[in-house]
Each structure stands twice: as structure tokens, then as C-alpha cells.
């Protein structure tokens, strides 16, 4: 299982970042995906999960109205637009699935650096 992460990087507060997933070494079309972030100093927290269909997606209170997960799933790939970006939305940004053959695990991926500041 492979997870790269892309798109992060310096923004303004209410200014807009789409993050971008590739996925590989499992049947991605079958599984929830989700986002994760982690803080500096805090604890990693979900941020959204959308179901192998795509259908209705859940958000972290935080960040509801403000981004949204989507997924393609000809090109194994999922996405956060993450727009109203605030200081608080810091964090490095985690690509998850839980997946298993024979015993399921949480896959991450490396994390893509999400900086919101003036």
C-alpha cells in the first residue's frame, strides 16, 4: 500500500489549498479514505472520510463549511479542498485508509505541510 500526499504548502488566512492523494497496492475503489491532520505539539485528529462510493462524506465540526473530501476513483486518487483557510488549520495533512488481505491496518501517508499565516 502507497500513500502520496501533494498540494500543501504557505497560504493567507481565507485563502484556499487542495490537497491531493494518490493511492496504490490495494483496491481503492473498495475503501473509505479519510484525512488526517496533527499539530504541532497535539494529538492527530480526523478530519474527514468519504465511503468507497463517494456518498456522503463526514467532517471534523472544525472544518465543516470550509472543506470537502472527494475522490476519483479511475484515478485512485482523493482530495481536500480546504478553502476560509484559518491559522488554525495549521498541521501537517495525513492521507489514511484502513485495509487489510489478512489483518486490517491504518496506512498513512508521508504528510503534506499545510501553513496558514500572514
Known amino acids: 500500500v502507497q500513500l502520496v500526499e501533494s498540494g500543501g504548502g504557505l497560504v493567507q488566512p481565507g485563502g484556499s489549498l487542495r490537497l491531493s492523494c494518490a493511492a496504490s497496492g490495494f483496491p481503492f475503489s473498495s475503501y473509505a479514505m479519510s484525512w488526517y491532520r496533527q499539530a504541532p505539539g497535539k494529538e492527530r485528529e480526523l478530519v474527514a472520510t468519504?465511503?468507497?462510493?463517494?456518498?456522503?462524506?463526514n467532517y471534523a465540526d472544525s472544518v465543516k463549511g470550509r472543506f470537502t473530501i472527494s475522490r476519483d476513483n479511475a484515478k485512485n486518487t482523493v482530495y481536500l479542498q480546504m478553502n476560509s483557510l484559518k491559522p488554525e488549520d495549521t498541521a501537517v495533512y495525513y492521507c489514511n485508509v484502513f485495509y487489510g488481505s489478512i489483518r486490517f491496518r491504518d496506512y498513512w501517508g508521508q504528510g503534506t505541510q499545510v501553513t496558514v499565516s500572514s
Open positions: 468519504i465511503t468507497s462510493g463517494g456518498g456522503t462524506p
